[in-house]
């Protein structure tokens, strides 16, 4: 069975390694990965040869996924039950060299071998693929995915027990702000360079041959003309007592059940959400509780591409979502709910500074006074533009690379 999963494996160009998680969008009957398939799409376009693989097992068949589609997902359960093995025999214990079998190094080896790539892109690649990767030779970019921090992932800790092996080669930053966090955080152990971000790059150029955003910026909510829009970003696992089971913060669904009446409300459930609860759950739920609202809404807002709806979007609300930094790049307020702040304003700080966001005390009164404040007001001056220069020159010299 692992056999037969290396033998499909082709020579590529260039390897997209993620997760289904990171297939947040639904496109012409196939699951999206916006910021992978949207650089596939571009390289594919300048006839650059590229194939994806889930490192974790899909549960989505190959034909039901955009892109040249490699599973592996016998071989990826087998190397889960050969490190759990492992670990059960010798034990979870500090280690300072490579070893290939014990780390699941192998396994990255043997689909790198296969597919011999010039180029890996991924979202948060394992330790086991970054230390494969180098091992050949082959430059490992970390597509950024999100806010940017010292847990987890981005972590000395996460590597610590390797010596700190397992970086990927350069970190694709999203703008200046999270360049100089990386800088100053991991600088040591990866490149950096900013590139924007793919998937809202093409909403912002809105290229009259781009079929997909052409389509979604059509295909946005029908709500009334009248009244302006505000978006409530919602999350997923949220144990926070203040918020309600579908992530709806309890202050904030008061204001929008007895005073929200005058804006359209646009609640966007998260797509990791909807996969772990399922849709037709929590339309539901939303249904039992805002009844026949005509101004709330929540099927397109939650299924339409993100920027699509930011470009129809006046204020946003939420707990401490990263579309935050989404909103400021369309010059977009954010109210930032949770009272957690001191990690609010690592996560955000950029955007507190120049007055893209506000941390806002999570009571009735105070959301409606925030939006009274701003709900009329301009859009922030934004440099939104500017990173799709930056883009189109990495596009280019990765392109110039693979020829």
């Known amino acids: 069975m692992r056999k037969s999963d290396l033998k499909q494996l082709n020579q590529l160009d260039v390897l997209f390694v993620c997760t289904d998680h990171d297939r947040g969008f639904f496109y012409n009957e196939k699951h999206f990965a916006q910021l992978i398939d949207t650089i596939n799409e571009d390289l594919i376009q300048n006839n650059i040869k590229t194939g994806t693989i889930s490192r974790l097992p899909s549960k989505y068949k190959p034909e039901n996924k955009y892109g040249n589609i490699y599973s592996i997902n016998n071989l990826l359960k087998y190397n889960y039950i050969l490190n759990k093995y492992s670990k059960f025999v010798y034990g979870d214990i ?19 071998d296969r597919t011999k790539p010039k180029y890996i892109i991924s979202i948060e690649p394992t330790i086991e693929l970054c230390i494969a990767s180098k091992l050949r030779n082959i430059e490992i970019a970390e597509l950024q995915h999100g806010v940017l921090s010292s847990v987890n992932y981005y972590s000395e800790n996460f590597r610590a027990k390797y010596g700190q ?23 040591k152990y990866v490149k950096t360079k900013v ?5 809202v790059n093409r909403f912002i150029r809105q290229d009259v041959n781009d079929n997909l955003v052409i389509d979604e910026i059509t295909n946005l909510p029908d709500l009334k003309k009248d009244k302006k829009n505000i978006l409530v970003s919602l999350q997923y696992d949220l144990t926070d007592k203040y918020v309600n089971e579908v992530g709806i913060p309890y202050q904030l669904l008061d204001f929008i059940k007895k005073d929200g009446n005058e804006y359209n409300w646009l609640l966007r459930i998260h ?32 299924r ?28 977009i307020r954010t109210a930032l709910l949770s009272n957690d702040t001191s990690n609010i304003e690592k996560y955000f700080s950029a955007q507190l500074e120049n007055g893209y966001a506000s941390i806002i005390q999570n009571k009735s009164s105070a959301i409606g006074s925030w939006i009274s404040q701003y709900i009329s007001k301009p859009k922030v001056k934004n440099y939104r533009s500017s990173y799709y220069d930056s883009y189109k020159v990495y596009l280019n010299e990765l392109i110039h690379k693979l020829s």
């Open 165 to 187: 092996m397992g970086w990927p080669t350069l970190l694709l930053c999203w703008d200046i702000d999270s360049e100089n966090w990386a800088k100053k955080n991991i600088g």
């Open 271 to 302: 797509p990791v959400e909807i996969k772990k609860t399922g849709y037709k759950n929590l339309d539901q739920k939303l249904k039992n509780i805002f009844s026949n609202a005509s101004n709330i809404e929540w099927d397109k807002s939650s």
């Open 195 to 199: 590139i924007g971000n793919p998937w």
């Open 304 to 331: 339409s591409a993100l920027p699509a709806l930011l470009l129809n979007t006046d204020l946003h609300i939420t707990w401490n979502s990263a579309v935050t930094i989404e909103a400021s790049w369309f010059g």
């Open 94 to 112: 500090s280690r300072t060299s490579i070893q290939p079998v014990e780390l699941g190094i192998d396994m990255w080896l043997r689909v790198i």
